[in-house]
């Protein structure tokens, strides 16, 4: 049980990483005057609410985090084309993948014990 809970805890830290940098974003584009770095509030609440999911139904946040992932890949199919292709990789869509896995994996441990 305690593997289970570690797993999950885990599991919040990369889409924790992805909200903090889009929160960062948006923290300074709106203290720069720009009032569109709003706009990264609007990508930072999903994560979030799907960081809850994950927390009390792993399996369905794990599917839901991927799902999520899959979605920010097609939505960032340019940039990832471009010269900078990295970036959007490592801040968004790679901490949405890890932690959809971490949580699948606390689910499937969850059904082996119950």
């Known amino acids: 049980m305690k593997n289970i809970k570690g797993l999950k ?4 830290i990369p889409p924790g990483l992805a909200i903090a940098v889009l929160l960062m ?3 300074g584009e709106t203290a720069g005057g ?3 770095g709003l706009g990264h509030l ?3 609440i999903p994560i979030a609410l799907l960081m809850w999911l994950g927390w ?3 399996l369905l ?3 839901f985090l991927l799902l999520l992932s899959l979605l920010a890949a097609h939505s960032f199919a340019d940039a990832l084309r471009g010269p900078e292709r990295l970036a ?3 801040i968004i869509i790679a901490p949405l993948l890890l ?3 971490l949580f699948l994996g606390a689910a499937v441990m969850e059904h082996k014990i119950g």
């Open 56 to 58: 009390k139904r792993p």
């Open 9 to 12: 805890i885990v599991a919040l």
């Open 42 to 44: 609007i990508q930072a």
């Open 61 to 63: 946040g794990g599917v």
């Open 34 to 36: 720009d009032v569109s």
């Open 99 to 101: 932690s959809g896995f």
């Open 25 to 27: 974003f948006m923290i």
């Open 88 to 90: 959007p990789f490592l």
